[in-house]
């Protein structure tokens, strides 16, 4: 659902972070899906029968690289009492966590490795993702009020899904990704 017609059209006129505030209202990591994306919508485009399909995924990653994203202003947001447990501080996690911030809600995700990012951290080479990318997006996403991160904590061993209900989190999202079983 991110609106691809208003940030190319931003991207057009150079207005570039009024493209990116576009972007991330549904898309808090642009700069990485601009890198990494398969981007089968431009393989299906239509746009392809009369010239060639835009690269929305290339200019979603040129917006990213022209603003830092904490220059851009965040909306006001009403603080409410839920709070919400994340297991998994990967794109899936991250996201959730951008988007229930957003709408108030206090989040505290809880990630087994000493640092966010899953597969994206560790999966996908440096020269193909930058850490600092990665790193920035990640350091947007967790700076928004109400979004805490502990590290080094992993389902099963340090807590249960039960146990945290008990804490009072109103609910518990698994964002635990595919770190194994992978072939």
């Not at 691809?4 to 057009?12: E, F, Q, R, S």
């Not at 008990?166 to 964002?175: F, M, R, T």
């Amino acid at each position: 659902e991110v609106n691809a017609h208003g940030y190319v059209k931003l991207i057009g006129q150079k207005k570039y972070k009024e493209a990116l505030e576009v972007i991330t209202r549904n898309l808090p990591m642009p700069g990485s899906i601009g890198r990494i994306c398969p981007h089968p919508c431009e393989d299906a485009c239509r746009r392809s029968q009369v010239e060639d399909a835009l690269s929305i995924c290339t200019l979603k990653r040129f917006a990213a690289d022209q603003v830092d994203l904490n220059t851009l202003e965040l909306p006001e947001v009403t603080p409410r009492d839920e709070q919400v447990a994340i297991v998994g501080a990967g794109p899936a996690g991250l996201t959730a966590a951008w988007f229930l911030a957003r709408e108030g809600v206090q989040v505290t995700i809880f990630e087994a490795l000493p640092a966010a990012g899953g597969m994206l951290k560790v999966g996908i080479p440096d020269y193909r993702l930058p850490p600092k990318v990665l790193d920035d997006e990640i350091s947007f996403i967790t700076s928004q009020p109400g979004v805490e991160v502990k590290y080094n904590t992993a389902l099963g061993k340090d807590f249960t899904v039960d146990s945290l209900m008990e804490q009072g989190y109103k609910s518990v999202y698994l964002a635990i990704g595919c770190h194994t079983g992978m072939a």
